[in-house]
């Protein structure tokens, strides 16, 4: 690997991209220009190697929480409590942020510590190699229809401020992020840190000026009743159907750990910040999310008299009334800028998550990869396609459906780490190597299969009229009892296909991931340690990609597993002596 000069992220080695390798032990893969500058690639579809991992975890924490500034929930919270009144609204924001951020917590702790994101944590987490590409379909769905609402969002505004008509609009929100993304994490982090300061006062301010000179209006918050049959009292039913849309949100874990795959390992030197930055940037996001879906909440009773109902949840209605309370003469201007800003700040983030999702999901399929940076192109056309179509008009039945698979698929992996895990049903440990993976383990896979068809047809109003408000939560509990119950069930078979055989241990001395380099023969790079896997395919060690995107060895290494159940308690992953 490069060394590491004055501290700068370093020139990492090739990844494989499109061909397969020829001779079994020949070095054969080849690469492309975009697959093999990681400068581009931030390591899509493996382990981030401590080499890469130079960013201090404030520098992690402010980039990943950066991502988080987008206004879709002030719309979500404008929708939730037009729809549902006051106290039902607040409820239910309040309710789904404690689901999200308690099952955020195991999901960003294990993805900080084994340095995956989110499709390689899923894999080890009961899903199996082939069974986390569903969850990468659903993920990459949750980046490219959050890019399409708060790309209408950035529309409006353009419309609003700029009189640009939508559809060019959306054109231009569109066309504006790719630059930003192609250069991946080390143009992200600048880009993200040096905007926060003023994202965050602007943001404020008009929470801030309204306080002081028109206090009443929070009190009148309070009786705000929206399109409510029950007004402001708080009804159950409106609990459930908000907290339905709100929980959408819960796969924003994926893009707070795309950034905390890239936390350096966690010693006793760095504990407590460790600790900080992943709480704070990991579930901790939902406590700014919460807070801003509450403030939309309140700036559309704030502004409903004069937009009427049907405009006041788009936050650039919200915030041009906001600044007229302090800045009147540019009140237009600033909450144009202000909407482009945050715009840019999360689509960047939606963009860039996206293509780690599809780059994950069809160099399984294929066998191919050409490059991360291709991916990007395919999510922001399918949002872009969404926009055109106007997608933010139906903000809370696309967000309310959707969140009845994503809570199943979340549940099911939390339910491996805080469940199975500590009651060893399952391996101590994240393994994510194709080498010592099974395709499908019924653990995950099942239970999310289960958890989210039951859901759908609670949603679909199965179950009456609670069943349809309540669908996201069912599909939160089955998925949660049914994963300790098959890996019960079955014995934890599926988890490991074969143990790690080669002689160089995963640990070093101290009991973090080795940095030890060892060389692909495929091709012929050197990876770190936890990144490579014996291939008898190959007669020799194989990096993880090269070994996903192998398509001659049908899995050969692993003929015969699965005939007996396997001791979860074998020390399958080695330290140093």
């Known amino acids: 690997m490069t060394e590491i000069v004055d501290n700068q992220a370093p020139t990492p080695p090739p990844t494989a991209a499109d061909s397969s390798a020829g001779a079994p032990g020949a070095a054969g893969r080849t690469y492309n220009e975009w697959a093999k500058n990681d400068t581009l690639e931030d390591y899509s579809l493996r382990y981030a190697p401590k080499s890469f991992r130079r960013w201090t975890p404030y520098v992690v924490a402010t980039t990943a929480l950066g991502g988080i500034a987008y206004l879709a929930d002030f719309a979500i919270g404008g929708s939730i409590a037009i729809s549902n009144g006051f106290s039902s609204a607040m409820v239910a924001i309040l309710a789904a942020a404690v689901v999200i951020f308690l099952t955020g917590i195991p999901i960003s702790y ?31 769905s949750f980046t490219f229809i959050f890019f399409a609402l708060e790309g209408s969002i950035m529309a409006q505004a353009l419309e609003l401020g700029l009189h640009i008509p939508l559809a060019v609009g959306y054109l231009i929100c ?55 049959p029950t007004g402001s009292s708080i009804s159950m039913l409106g609990v459930g159907a908000g907290a339905g849309v709100a929980l959408s949100l819960i796969a924003q874990i994926g893009e707070q750990v795309d950034y905390l795959r890239f936390m350096p390992d966690k010693t006793p030197q760095n504990s407590r910040k460790w600790w900080g930055a992943v709480l704070s940037a990991g579930p901790g996001w939902v406590v700014l999310g919460a807070a801003k879906q509450i403030g939309g909440a309140f700036l559309a009773s704030y502004i409903a008299g004069s937009v009427g109902l049907s405009k006041a949840n788009e936050p650039i209605q919200q915030y041009v009334h906001g600044f007229k309370t302090f800045a009147a003469p540019i009140a237009l201007g600033l909450a144009t800028f202000f909407v482009i800003l945050s715009q840019i700040k999360i689509n960047s983030t939606n963009a860039y998550s996206g293509s780690l999702s599809w780059s994950n999901f069809f160099s399984r399929l294929t066998h191919r990869h050409p490059g991360r940076v291709v991916y990007i192109f395919l999510n922001v ?47 101590s440990y994240i393994e994510f190597k194709r080498a010592h993976l099974y395709n499908f383990n019924p653990v995950g896979f099942g239970s999310m299969l289960i958890a989210s068809a039951v859901s759908i047809a609670a949603y679909f109003e199965a179950f009456g009229d609670y069943g349809k408000a309540y669908s996201p939560f069912i599909a939160l509990f089955l998925a949660m009892v049914l994963s300790p119950l098959f890996a019960v069930l079955t014995k934890g078979r599926y988890y490991i296909a074969r143990v790690d055989d080669l002689d160089e241990p995963l640990l070093d001395a101290n009991g973090l991931p080795s940095a030890v380099t060892l060389t692909c023969t495929v091709c012929a790079m050197d990876f770190e340690r936890p990144d490579v896997a014996g291939c008898p395919f190959h007669s020799g060690a194989i990096c993880s990609l090269c070994c996903s995107l192998e398509s001659a060895c049908h899995d050969s290494c692993k003929t015969g597993t699965g005939t007996g159940p396997v001791d979860l308690s074998m020390p399958t992953v080695r330290t140093a002596d």
């Open 174 to 228: 569109s066309l504006i992020i790719l630059p930003l993304v192609i250069y991946g994490m080390t143009a992200l982090s600048k880009m993200q840190v040096w905007t926060q300061p003023v994202w965050l006062v602007l943001m404020v301010a008009p929470f801030v000026s309204i306080a002081i000179q028109e206090p009443g209006k929070f009190s009148e918050f309070t009786h705000f009743a929206g399109n409510s």
């Open 381 to 427: 056309g399918i949002a872009l396609a969404l926009m055109e179509g106007g997608v933010f008009g139906f903000l809370n039945t696309v967000l309310g459906f959707y969140s009845n698979v994503a809570i199943a698929w979340i549940g099911a992996v939390v339910a491996d780490l805080v469940i199975n895990k500590p009651l060893k049903l399952s391996p």
């Open 110 to 140: 294990y993805s900080a510590k084994y340095s995956i994101d989110m499709d390689l944590l899923t894999r080890g987490a009961g899903f199996g190699y082939l069974g986390s590409t569903l969850t990468s379909v659903i993920y990459a």
